[in-house]
């Protein structure tokens, strides 16, 4: 299925809900705005993306361990992490509708449109010139296309500069100056540019008036932070260590969008890679290398992945990159690798008052380690998944069907089981492979309606096997089993198939590419 594709999303999103992957939460009372629940294919994809995740860092990696910890922390550790007066957007209210918007976003939107005038030139160029047509050449030449690009990079110089000075009346004037409207009322009526901070708060405590504003965690790095000390010292852990976690994360975002590309609710993967100082940047190259090989051992395209470099990055980090998906929207940040400095560690100790050091027995003295991290989003990566797999084929009887090529490994259902008929003794002898697969892999019966049309739903929750069970399996204890991708069926002896599963669905294959 093409990429960039705006219907794309839009497909996903009802096949998610039709096959048990993805519903809007609380559905019966219309939903909650960027809160979706996992159905019961869902969660097994969800946690299969986790089990590779967590065995590819914990497992794998004899110096890196993994925690658990509290979504509910002290809240000096935001005020250390910088979360309380630094984790804002700027918002800016449109009167007239009395929408809010994300003023950086409102100014994103405007290079958009700009882009897609680029596109129709070229577009219309492409059509003029036919095979002499060189795109790269025209770009950089034609007179208009020239102009739109040099009016981006105006656009984006102006924002760059009001972000990192923080002038929030400069904004507000960019926003003037382009004259950009309010999507919904038209009007160019707006606020000023205000700071809203992206953290849930809630009170701990009972008695009205003891009560202390805590936080709802925006990242589960922080959690890792302040148990540094009690992992390093409780495993003898030596530099370089890594502390890997998978939790929920909540951030009250205000353009939540792209069904679960940006929720309120969300998970990530997180692991911190802590290091002598000045081995920081050799690691962080390593980690870059070894996450993207993460990511294109599963097969979702080898050019659907790129990096992109942070040149302005937060104070506190020296090298910072994000490995983008090309997602139904376009490529987007799907996992970030930060060098972080001391930066945390440090901001702990000031804060708290208790050392974060490791005493290094090579150089005979203490200091704080530095830190190179890697975050995912779990969400973010189950939408990769799907985009890549999501695939309408018209077969060669002209017939069509949706198939979900989801790396076996990570399917929900491994295999299923299916009686030609439900009579005869064949319901029973499919019974008696599902109890015998059922210890080691998902396995799902299903005897109703005929085998085509249970294929076909197979097909769409991204089954990569289907074994049927006839009348000569009574006879000879053979099976059909056939094949997701090719739809080819083969007969094996039945104890054949646990042989094909193993070989095909499980996570080690994978974890070997890595
Ligand atoms: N500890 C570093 C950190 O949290 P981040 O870039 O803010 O860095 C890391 O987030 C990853 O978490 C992102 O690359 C993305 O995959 C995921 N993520 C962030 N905000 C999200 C949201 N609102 N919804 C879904 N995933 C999100």
């Keep these: 299925m093409a990429k960039n594709d705006d219907n794309l999303l839009k497909k996903i999103v009802s096949h998610s809900k039709e096959y048990g992957f993805i519903f809007p939460s609380s559905e019966i009372y219309d ?15 969800k946690n299969n993306i986790k089990q ?37 957007d700027p918002l800016i209210d449109n009167k007239d509708s009395k929408k809010r918007y994300r003023a950086d ?23 003029r010139f036919g095979d002499a047509f060189n795109e790269e050449e025209f770009v950089s030449t034609n007179g208009r296309v020239v102009g739109y690009k040099e009016k981006i990079s105006s656009i984006e110089k102006r924002m760059q500069e009001v972000v990192d000075t923080q002038n929030y009346d400069d904004f507000k004037k960019l926003i003037e100056d382009l004259d950009i409207s309010c999507p ?23 008695v009205a008036g003891d009560a202390s504003t805590i936080y709802l965690r925006p990242e589960t790095a922080q959690g890792i932070f302040v148990n540094y000390l009690n992992v390093q010292k409780s495993g003898r852990m030596k530099l370089p260590f890594g502390i890997a976690q998978i939790g929920k994360a909540f951030r009250n975002e205000i353009i939540a969008r792209q069904f679960i590309f940006r929720m309120r609710e969300f998970e990530q993967m997180e692991m911190q890679f802590f290091v002598k100082p000045g081995d920081e940047l050799d690691w962080y190259e390593k980690w870059k ?31 910072a990159t994000d490995i983008e998906y090309d997602f139904p929207m376009g490529f987007k940040e799907l996992e970030g690798i930060h060098s972080r400095t001391d930066f945390d560690l440090t901001a ?31 969400d973010r990566m189950f939408l990769a998944v799907l985009s890549a797999a999501y695939n309408e084929e018209t077969l060669e009887d002209g017939s069509e069907r949706i198939v979900l090529n989801i790396p076996p490994a990570l399917a929900p259902t491994k295999v299923a089981v299916l009686p030609l008929t439900k009579k005869d003794g064949l319901p ?10 059922k210890f080691d892999f998902t396995a799902q019966y299903d005897e109703k309606d005929a085998i085509g049309k249970r294929y076909r739903r197979q097909d769409a929750i991204g089954t990569p096997y289907s074994v049927t069970i006839d009348h000569q399996t009574l006879e000879d204890n053979t099976v059909t089993i056939r094949d997701r991708d090719s739809m080819e069926q083969v007969r094996v002896a039945m104890e054949e198939v646990r042989t094909t599963l193993e070989k095909s669905t499980s996570l080690t294959e994978l974890l070997r590419k890595i």
């Design 289 to 319: 290398e070894k996450r993207m090989k993460w990511h294109k051992a599963l097969g979702l395209g080898e050019n659907s992945y790129r990096f992109h470099d942070h040149l302005n990055m937060a104070h506190y980090a020296n090298a």
């Design 52 to 88: 590779y995740w967590w065995k590819a860092m914990v497992q794998m990696n004899e110096n890196i361990v993994g925690i658990d910890t509290a979504i509910f922390m002290h809240p000096t550790t935001w005020k250390a992490s910088g979360h309380v007066d630094a984790f804002n």
């Design 348 to 378: 702990h100790e000031n804060h708290s008052g208790k050392k974060l050091q490791f005493f290094d027995p090579q150089e005979n003295k203490n200091y704080v380690p530095y830190v190179v991290e890697t975050s995912i989003g779990l």
């Design 184 to 206: 919904v009322s038209g009007s160019k009526n707006w606020t000023d540019v205000r700071q809203f901070n992206l953290m849930f708060s809630t009170e701990l405590g009972s």
């Design 428 to 437: 029973e002898k499919a019974r008696e492979l599902i109890d015998e697969l």
């Design 105 to 127: 976003v409102l100014v994103e939107d405007h290079i958009a449109k700009i882009e897609g005038k680029i596109n129709k030139e070229v577009t219309k160029a492409a059509k």
């Design 31 to 45: 939903g909650l705005a960027a809160t979706y629940d996992y159905g019961q294919n869902g969660v097994e994809l």
